[in-house]
């Protein structure tokens, strides 16, 4: 008598089709882990302002309705700032933020100093 021929007892990694199914799956969790060490470690950001070639871009929604006078202070008080990304968090008592670019730490406790005024 002759036995019948198993199957591999891992994944049959004979066949393309189940190969790339691995890998998709493999992907999304290291996405899905990637997100959320990012969620928990670096926080929430209802600021933002970048800064590209000289151009603020403002968003956030503790900025909404000043995203003029941020623009306009990056502008006329921090010319020399031709690159930089400014994340926080405003929750209505203290403003947290994380800075990164061409900012001193000069630069970086006047713009504080500002967006503490206008929010």
């Not at 198993?6 to 790339?20: F, K, L, Q, T």
């Not at 871009?57 to 990304?85: I, K, N, W």
């Amino acid at each position: 008598m002759t036995k019948p021929r198993g199957r591999a007892s891992i994944a049959n990694m004979d066949n393309p089709a189940e190969r790339v199914v691995q890998l998709t799956f493999a992907l999304a969790a290291i996405a899905l882990v990637v997100a959320l060490a990012r969620h928990f470690l670096v926080g929430p950001c209802n600021l933002q302002i970048l800064v590209r070639k000289g151009q603020v871009d403002v968003g956030g929604l503790a900025l909404t309705g000043r995203r003029g006078q941020v623009s306009d202070f990056m502008q006329h008080h921090l010319p020399e700032v031709r690159q930089a990304r400014i994340e926080g968090y405003w929750d209505g008592r203290r403003l947290q933020l994380r800075f990164q670019g061409d900012l001193s730490p000069g630069d970086q406790q006047r713009l504080r100093n500002f967006l503490l005024t206008i929010c």
